[in-house]
């Protein structure tokens, strides 16, 4: 099983949809979770922190889930500007190990 | 402007040659590491390092080595011994709890 699982799509929706990705995690102790955008060709960057209690920054919300090991990503409102590949990231280590694992991305594809 | 430089942006090599892709930053991060990217894959870590002068295997270390004797810097070396080098390579680097990592723009390297 992988570390970081992530249904890779592509997502395709019409403009103003609403979609939300999942992402599974293998290791319950992981500490920390982001979902990164990335554009075709380019290096990815971050979207956003992933917190317990759930977060929102607009029209994204991020939400965890530790009992069942996942993440989710639900974007509102979709414009074209947000077709990209989105990547779930966890942080499996205790402490200070730093080492952060991506799941494969899932791609969306947002249809005028 | 503080961030994370890697060169070049593009790199050919030849069967048989070792090349060395530079990754420098200046945000003061303790933690950097290298990733590989395959079209349509996610990204897979190859090399990190937490501190200088000590650094830790990812899950594709065979064929590439890493030196960290700045901490401004962790060059990769691509070897030889590396059959299928041909990908899109990137460093990121992050503060010591792993958390926000910021990536460069990535070297794509091609075998010629």
């Known amino acids: 099983r992988k570390e970081v699982e992530q249904d890779p799509g592509p997502f395709n929706v019409p403009e103003g949809a609403t979609v939300a990705f999942n992402c599974t995690y293998s290791n319950s102790a992981s500490q920390s979770f982001f979902w990164y955008r990335q554009d075709c060709r380019k290096e990815p960057k971050l979207l956003m922190s992933v917190y317990s209690s759930g977060n929102e920054d607009g029209r994204f919300t991020a939400q965890l889930n530790r009992a069942s090991q996942y993440i989710s990503l639900l974007i509102r409102d979709s414009k074209l500007s947000d077709s990209a590949t989105y990547l779930c990231v966890v942080n499996p280590g205790k402490g200070n190990t730093g080492k952060l694992i991506f799941g494969q991305g899932t791609t969306l594809q947002v249809k005028p | 402007d503080g961030g994370i430089t890697q060169s070049p942006k593009y790199l050919f090599r030849k069967e048989g040659q070792n090349v060395t892709l530079s990754c420098e930053q200046n945000?003061?991060?303790?933690?950097m590491y290298w990733y590989r990217q395959d079209p349509g894959q996610g990204l897979r870590l190859i090399y990190y390092s937490q501190i200088v002068n000590d650094f830790q295997k990812g899950d594709i270390a065979e064929g590439y080595s890493v030196s960290r004797e700045k901490k401004e810097s962790f060059p990769l070396t691509v070897t030889s011994a590396q059959k299928n080098p041909t990908a899109f390579y990137l460093c990121?680097?992050?503060?010591?709890?792993?958390?926000?990592?910021?990536f460069g723009q990535g070297t794509r390297l091609t075998v010629v």
């Open positions: 945000l003061n991060h303790d933690a």
């Open positions: 990121a680097s992050s503060t010591a709890g792993g958390w926000e990592a910021f």
